[in-house]
């Protein structure tokens, strides 16, 4: 039985926007003034409206023309299994279980806006600010349905979007080998383990130090190998077990990029979907920046001033612009060369570069620059290289969260080039360079083996203020009540 209803067959592009953006307006209605909400509801429906317009019947992608049922049940198997097994909804172990649950746990039982009297970081009230585009639906149904469903309605959640991730990573890569395509996707990720294998027994010949097989283990399972977690690009299911609402919205975001940019060769759109990614990442917004600027100033720059952009597109960025504005500052931050001792940050921002996705960018370049996402790519390397030279946090999120959509790119062009080749021997040799990826996932699943049965409900949880005292931790939740949006465009 195929797929063939065009109703069925079209909506990829749109249901994937609707999506995206069901955060965003879960936001303006529930954070905003009235007379705000309204009008931001407005320009957000008529932006949605004329999204649809501009997808004209012959042009719309083909979700299902070369899928069965049971493809399609397929791939919807495997996204649930995919969230289950990264630990979305508490099954088993899921990387910062508590702050994930706090988020909900807050959304469900306080008023929107989040407000908290008491906090650990100053004597005046603070409010939620973070992004949280990836929380609110759950915490919306929550709030309707009680929170003991919370657990299911994420898995729920989640399990759509990976679902929608899974659909453009098969639309690009092309329709054959559904469980193959989705398994490399997943878990390819940098040569972590290649580099600390390599790099043990050098440190050992010529300063006679030998790691630590605790701290190789630690290394490798972070893919934090050059330099702590100063330099780090998480393999897709690495980060989906760690951060999920990094990681989701920025792949939707950026399959739509390509399918307007490549596909469609259209920039109406494109601010639109812009101003949807900030409430899921600031990071991936940054991240989505210079690819808006290279195509829009390159190819056609007037399509960047449709209703949909201007409208939609523009009250959206400044809405979030003062909402992120009001963030409490991070203390940690500066260039990399701040944090890596005497001169060895070049060496070492090269060697990163080239074992997380300069490899693979060698190994396949002729291939990429005959094909029709070489600008993608080549953006792509330019972007992930430059971000590396400076960090933000503890863990230096901007670098890992800025890179998704540069990394998302590079992986779907991988995925594709493993699915063409015919030479039997390129194709181990590429599928051996893939396996050893790998490695890092499996480390981390060993690092936690004992903590797999852990299960934890967002009932049970605490609020986000109550979970560490540390300014450094509480500093990235929080925004100020003297700030310009919680005095002119929030609910009180």
Known sequence: ????????????SYWTIIYLGLPTIIFIIGWLKLWIAIFGAGCFIISIFFFYKSLGKEEKIQI????TLTNQVLIWLM???TVLYAGIGGYIFHGDTNKHFAIIFDLVNERWPVVYEENFLTKDPVFLDYYIGYY???????????????????????SIGVYLVFRWVLIFSRERLIFLSIIVFLLLGGQDFLYSAIKIPIKFLFIGEWNDPYIFEMEVSAEASVH??????????????????HYIGGWLATSLFMHQIIYKKTFVNIGFILSLTPIWSIFNTIGLV???LFFVFHYKFKDAFSLQNLLGGGFNMLILFFYFQAHFPIEITGWVWEFVPGKSWVFKILIFALIEYGLY?????????KSQFKFFVIISAICLLLFTLYAIGMFNDFLMRSGVPGMFVISIVLVKYFKSVQQKKLKIILGFVILLSCIPYL?????????????????????VVNIYEDAWFNSQYLGRSSSVFYKYFSKK
């Open 1 to 12: 039985m195929r797929i063939n209803s065009l109703k069925n067959q079209d909506l990829l």
């Open 64 to 67: 299902g023309s070369k899928l």
């Open 79 to 81: 996204a649930i299994s």
């Open 136 to 158: 609110l639906p759950t915490g919306l149904l929550g709030k309707i349905f009680g929170i003991e469903n919370t657990n299911l309605f994420l898995i729920i959640w989640a």
């Open 228 to 245: 702590n977690n100063l330099l780090q690009y998480y393999a897709p299911m690495v980060g989906l077990t760690w951060a999920p609402q």
């Open 290 to 292: 210079p690819f808006f």
């Open 361 to 369: 960018i060698l190994l396949i370049h002729e291939y990429i620059l």
């Open 443 to 463: 480390f981390l699943r060993y690092r936690v083996k004992d903590r797999l049965a852990e299960q934890e409900r967002v009932e049970n949880s605490s609020s």
